[in-house]
């Protein structure tokens, strides 16, 4: 799948981390009800029909094939619940293990607990089998969450059922994401979502490319059926429009529409559709809880020309966030929120207003080579090199 680009960090990011934890198996709860509901309503209305014809009009042969008929799809409805059913049941494992998952952690007495360490673990776990997901790696994702005994507490089918579709659409193929649009139509209506218009459109697009005269009715009798009225009136006008453009047209919108990057635009739309309908973040987990540690962790400082080059010269860098391999990751996410100013131990200041710790201004003086008796900024390059006796104790008021 698609991924979304490193971003800087919303305030309360944070919280995204668990959400969708106990979100979508209550989305999924809600979908199975409600597929029920329609098998239940379509199995009703298809059994009251069939005995709405007395049975005195009838012959005994067609009254006895019309009863088997009935028992026939009593049986098949009977089949489709007891599936449902069992996704049922497995949804609500699913919430109870996420549920005791998330209470473990209330029950931890502190951070310094290494009850937090191993629930920590486990978390990061989740989300490296989020991410995987996200970036296609089913079966490895798959394989990690059985090894660590997580299937409860991740999503698997989810994000395989809309990776297939994903790509399904990135090859050009509309059916399995029409499909999946006529089981979420009433999710998909309340929210608003414009996919399956889209995809319609895109059918009608196939129709039209091909010029042929039958292929040409055949697309005129589409945009009748599902482009035309009520709020389908800007995709109708839309498709009226292309059938007076060739294909290689250069007006538009017809050129974009008759362009094949249609196909990753509904791909992307797709995407953006399904995490909307199951309360799914646009971005990896993971990605979240990075940019919250590196934000925790940054400082004005980490960007520095100063921090660079206490890195480069004493081989060690001052913080994470000056390390060559989290320096350039960090630099788009805000500052932490500091309430208090820590100081090292026994603070100094040189001539140059620079203020250190006595011991790592020893420490790193010895690194850089400074001679004996004689001290300098080591985050100065080739900088001034003054007598030990020039460093002032600092006292903080």
């Not at 990011?13 to 009800?33: F, T, V, Y």
């Not at 006529?182 to 608003?192: F, S, T, V, W």
Request: aromatic letters at 6%.
């Amino acid at each position: 799948m698609a991924e979304v680009p490193f971003t800087k960090l919303d305030p309360d990011a944070h919280l995204l981390l668990d959400q969708p934890l106990l979100r979508l198996p209550h989305e999924l709860l809600r979908k199975n009800l409600k597929s029920a509901q329609r098998q239940i309503e379509i199995s009703h209305k298809a059994i009251t029909t069939a005995f709405q014809t007395p049975a005195a009009q009838k012959r005994p042969a067609d009254a006895l094939a019309a009863l088997d008929a009935t028992l026939a799809k009593a049986q098949s409805l009977k089949r489709k619940l007891e599936a449902l059913n069992a996704e049922e049941r497995s949804l609500h494992r699913q919430q109870k293990a996420r549920i005791e998952h998330l209470e473990a952690l209330h029950g931890i007495p502190s951070l310094a607990d290494v009850q937090y360490e191993n629930w920590a673990h486990t978390r990061l776990d989740r989300l490296l089998v989020d991410y995987l997901l996200r970036q296609g790696y089913v079966e490895s994702a798959r394989q990690l969450a059985v090894e660590k005994g997580i299937e409860d507490l991740v999503d698997v089918a989810v994000f395989e059922e809309c990776g297939r579709i994903e790509r399904s659409l990135r090859r050009g193929e509309v059916r399995e994401a029409l499909a999946w649009c006529g089981e979420n139509k009433q999710a998909l209506k309340k929210i608003g979502s414009q996919l399956e218009l889209e995809l319609r459109l895109q059918q009608f697009i196939e129709l039209v490319r091909g010029g042929e005269m039958g292929k040409l009715m055949e697309a005129v009798a589409h945009a009748r059926k599902y482009l035309v009225g009520g709020l389908d009136a800007e995709f109708g006008l839309r498709a009226g429009g292309l059938l007076a453009q060739p294909v290689e047209t250069v007006i538009e919108p017809y050129r974009t529409m008759y362009s094949r990057t249609r196909y990753p635009h509904l791909a992307h739309l797709f995407l953006q559709t399904h995490h909307d309908l199951f309360a799914l973040p646009a971005q990896p987990l993971l990605h979240t809880a990075l940019a919250a540690g590196l934000s925790a962790l940054k400082t004005p400082t980490c960007h520095s020309a100063h921090a660079v080059a206490v890195a480069n010269l004493s081989g060690t860098p001052v913080c994470p966030i000056c390390s060559t391999e989290l320096n350039d990751l960090a630099r788009n996410v805000p500052y932490a929120h500091q309430t208090k100013s820590y100081m090292e131990d026994d603070p100094v200041v040189l001539p140059n207003g620079r203020v250190f710790g006595r011991e790592r201004l020893r420490v790193l003086n010895e690194k850089v080579g400074t001679g004996r008796g004689m001290v300098r900024d080591p985050t100065e390059v080739g900088g001034v090199v003054w007598e030990e006796g020039v460093v002032r104790k600092v006292f903080i008021s």
